[in-house]
């Protein structure tokens, strides 16, 4: 069955932003002098499930708080001024627009995804986009999901939601829609999506042939 709209998770998904999550990790662990022998894709891995998970990690095996890791993590990522948006991003869109497919974003991250997505001019292509500071629950949550839908008279049958992760899939069932899985580094076998892959070139593709 076609799709016509398509809901989009900000990091690893749209952008390439989790290098720099992983650098920032790394720091604050340095700063509180949390030892670790976890290479730097291991704490990647950490990571692709949630920042609070990895925090949760680090601290089991030291005597800080996952909450302190937390906020020391927030300090150094904060200060990252711009992320890189995947190969292929721009030109997927753009062809996915011009064949009547709709964008929205639904991120966990505040306002500054969509002062990044501003930036390197692809904004317009989304419709409309719920973030951090709209309040909603965090995923697996659908709500967000379920009031862009409503907001949007969108039937979840002509949808998809397209993440990184377990929890985007599992959001986009909730709600009712499919789920797109984007995986450039497989680090997810097993996930049940109803499609994978691992390009913007190869998704693009996928979608415009359904």
């Known amino acids: 069955m076609k799709l016509t709209h398509l809901f989009w998770d900000f ?19 340095a700063q509180l002098h949390i030892a670790t022998d976890d290479s730097p894709d291991e704490v990647l891995k950490l990571l692709k499930v949630s920042v609070y998970h990895a925090a949760c990690h680090y601290a089991s095996v030291s005597d800080i708080t996952a909450d302190a890791i937390v906020q020391t993590f ?11 948006p995947y190969d292929g991003l ?25 002062d990044q997505l501003k930036k390197d ?11 951090k ?13 379920l009031c862009l ?3 949007n008279r969108i039937e979840p049958n002509d949808a998809a939601m397209i993440g990184d992760r377990g ?35 190869e998704l693009c593709k996928k979608i415009l042939s359904m």
């Open 11 to 29: 990091d690893g998904t749209l952008y390439d932003s989790y290098p720099m999550m992983r650098d920032a990790m790394v720091s604050a662990l």
């Open 74 to 84: 927030q300090t150094y990522h904060q200060a990252v001024n711009e992320f890189t």
């Open 90 to 114: 721009a030109g997927c869109l753009g062809a996915l627009h011009q064949a009547g497919i709709h964008h929205y974003l639904y991120t966990h991250r505040g306002k500054r995804a969509i």
């Open 121 to 131: 001019g692809l904004y317009h292509y989304f419709s409309d986009a719920v973030t």
């Open 133 to 145: 500071e709209d309040g909603f629950p965090d995923k697996p949550s659908p709500d967000a999901l």
């Open 149 to 151: 839908m409503k907001r």
């Open 167 to 201: 929890i985007d899939i599992s959001s986009g069932h909730h709600a009712g829609m499919r789920g797109i899985l984007f995986d450039p580094g497989g680090y997810y076998q097993g996930i049940n999506a109803e499609m994978s892959v691992c390009s913007m070139d």
